[in-house]
């Protein structure tokens, strides 16, 4: 079994400094085989820790993001399932099912994986599903579930 960790928007060292502690001393190197990051990594020396909890690390670009090689979708497949990735700030309404599907279907993956709001969603819409792990160090968001 593969133990694949999502997550993202960590604004490192924008709007904290680290990882949480407690979280930190979950990720232990060699416990998870693959890093699906959702964006907003925002420092070299996070995408590094990254890499020795995971040799394997997926990475999109965010928009506070300043890495010109990261891409700003990604498709990721484990056995018959397409994973779509994207930071989320392309997808207007931020975060609305409906265009969610829509980038979905533009990407053909039955899973797509996005961030920007800092709010964890996982939901199925119209036979896809659709996660966001919200922010990895709880950093605000100016969004509003309003």
């Given at each position: 079994?593969?133990?694949?960790?999502?997550?993202?928007?960590?604004?490192?060292?924008?709007?904290?400094?680290?990882?949480?502690?407690?979280?930190?001393?979950?990720?232990?190197?060699?416990?998870?085989?693959?890093?699906?990051?959702?964006?907003?990594?925002?420092?070299?020396?996070?995408?590094?820790?990254?890499?020795?909890?995971?040799?394997?690390?997926?990475?999109?670009?965010?928009?506070?993001?300043?890495?010109?090689?990261?891409?700003l979708?990604?498709?990721?497949?484990?056995?018959?399932?397409?994973?779509?990735?994207?930071?989320?700030?392309?997808?207007?309404?931020?975060?609305?099912?409906?265009?969610?599907?829509?980038?979905?279907?533009?990407m053909?993956?039955?899973?797509?994986?996005?961030?920007?709001?800092?709010?964890?969603?996982?939901i199925?819409?119209?036979?896809?599903?659709?996660?966001?792990?919200?922010?990895?160090?709880?950093?605000?968001?100016?969004?509003?579930?309003?």
């Amino acid at each position: 079994m593969v133990l694949v960790l999502v997550i993202g928007d960590f604004h490192i060292p924008y709007r904290v400094h680290d990882l949480p502690l407690k979280f930190k001393k979950l990720l232990v190197p060699g416990k998870i085989q693959q890093i699906i990051c959702t964006g907003n990594v925002c420092d070299k020396e996070t995408f590094d820790y990254l890499r020795t909890v995971a040799a394997d690390v997926h990475v999109v670009k965010g928009d506070y993001d300043e890495f010109p090689s990261w891409p700003l979708s990604k498709i990721i497949t484990h056995g018959p399932l397409r994973i779509g990735v994207l930071h989320g700030h392309q997808v207007i309404p931020v975060g609305d099912a409906e265009s969610l599907s829509i980038v979905a279907r533009q990407m053909d993956v039955d899973i797509l994986l996005t961030g920007h709001t800092h709010r964890f969603e996982a939901i199925e819409y119209e036979g896809k599903f659709f996660v966001n792990p919200g922010s990895a160090t709880g950093a605000y968001s100016g969004f509003s579930s309003e």
